[in-house]
């Protein structure tokens, strides 16, 4: 069953107890990029989507799409990824669909969105390759929908960043 936006909401602060939230944010903080509790808000989405980092907006989780903390906290732990990137990287570019396929290849590799038992929650099975796989499936998916990165322009810019961008775990000293 969906949750509210008030429950999303709970859910939400009760993500900030576990360990990588505490961690992303500490990093976040450090980096001089403090978010604080209303960086975060449960909003009612029009689009499938379970949630997006806005500039000088914050995080937004799609209370209609949520239905276990998990899946709260994996939404959160996503979006602060890209928030980290915004905040790391000077020269990032939102309507640059190669720095958007960046920052999503990031998201999706160091959030543990494409750890193994998630995929088969999700009905994809296969036991060697299945991570760098899961990425590239949901970086597309995710470039897909947005206006700059149509047609071949999203798989063109994921593979000519793909091994850059990959690699690059930070705030983490290797990949979760």
Known sequence: MVKTEEECQAMIHK???????RFLRERLEKAGCAVGANFFKAVTCSEKVAGN????????VCSNYMRIQ??????VIHELIHA????HAANLDWSDCAHLACTEIRASHLSGDCHYKRELL???MKLRGHEQECV??????SLSSHPTCFGHAAKDSMEAIWDICYN??????RAP
Do not use: A, I, W
């Open 168 to 173: 690059d775990t930070r705030p983490f000293d």
């Open 84 to 87: 980290f990137d915004h905040c």
């Open 15 to 21: 993500s900030f107890q576990t360990p990588m939230v």
């Open 53 to 60: 980092y806005v500039t000088g907006q914050g995080v937004k």
């Open 136 to 141: 590239r499936r949901r970086v597309l998916q």
């Open 122 to 124: 999700r009905g994809f």
């Open 70 to 75: 998990d899946e709260v906290n994996q939404v």
